[in-house]
C-alpha cells in the first residue's frame, strides 16, 4: 500500500498520530491526517484540564472535534489520558486523600462514559511510575491517595465503556529497566488478580541521550507475553537523514516482529507540529514533504 494507514492495515495494525483540534484547518496538515493515518490521538484535547476545566463541568468541543473527524476518515481514536499527574485542572491540584480519589474515579467514569462506544483504546492511566533505578511509583497527588489508585481507575474506566480496550502508558520503559520492570510486575499482578487491563503503551519518545533501546523488541515481547496487547504510542526520533530513518525503520520493525503490537503512533505529523522544543523528529517536515524516515517506515510496514 501507499500510505502508512493502508500499509499498517495489511497486518492488520494501525498508524497513528496525535493531533491538535486546532489544526484540523490547516489545510496541509489535514490532508496528511486524511491520507496517512488510521488512528489518532487527541494530542491535549482529552486530558484532564481540558475535559473538566472546573469541577463538575465537562468541556468536551476540542475533543469532539478530533474524535468526529477520525469518524469521518474511519480512523480509529486512542483516547489520551483518564488519570495522570500532569496536566491536571488547578482544583485538582489542589485536592488530596479520599476527596481527590472520588474527583479522580468521577473524572475516569464521565469522560469514558462521554465517549462510550467511540474509543479503540483508552490510556487510562499515564506515567505512573518513577523513573531511575528505584522500580517505585512516582510521588504525585493521586500515587498519595493510595497505592489502589491504578487499579481503580482501570474499574471505572471498564465498568463505563466495556467495550474500549484499557490501557497503561509510559515513557522510559522502552527497554528492560527497573521503571519498565515495576510496570511489568503491575501487569503481571492485574492480571493474576483481574483487574481490568488489555494493553501497555511505549511512549517512545527517542533522541541521542536515549536512543532506541537494543531490546526494544524483546521487552515488547514480554509485555505481550503476559496477554496484553502493546503499542507504540508516542513515536518521535530526534535526529535527521539516514540515521534517523534508520531508527524509524528499526522501531517500525520492532512492532511487526511482534504478533501482539498491533498499533504504532507518532507524536504529531510535520517537524513544526512536533511537542518538543527543538529538532525534527517526526516523519514530514514543516513544509508536510514526506522525510526519508517517512520512506523507511512504509517500506518496512
Ligand atoms: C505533550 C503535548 O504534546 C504538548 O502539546 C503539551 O504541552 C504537553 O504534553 N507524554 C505524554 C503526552 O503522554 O501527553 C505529552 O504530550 C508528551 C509526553
Redesign the pocket.
Known sequence: ATTLGASAAASGRYFGT?VAAYKLSDSTYSGILNREFNSVTP??EM?WDATEPTQGQFSYTSADQIVARARSIGAKVRG??LAWHS?QPGWAQSLSGTTLRNAMLNHVTQVATHYKGQIDSWDVV??AFADGSSGARRDSNLQRTGNDWIEAAFRAARAADPAAKLCY?D?NTDGQNAKSNAVYAMVQDFKSRGVPIDCVGF?S?FNSASPLPSDYQANLQRFANLGVDVQIT?LDIEGSGTAQANSFAAATRACLAVTRCNGITV?GIRDSDS?RASGTPLLFDGSGNKKAAYTAVLDVL
Do not use: D
Open positions: 496525535a494530542e491535549n486530558k489520551h489520558a496536566q499515564n506515567e502508558n515513557y511512549q519518545h508516542e507524536w511537542w
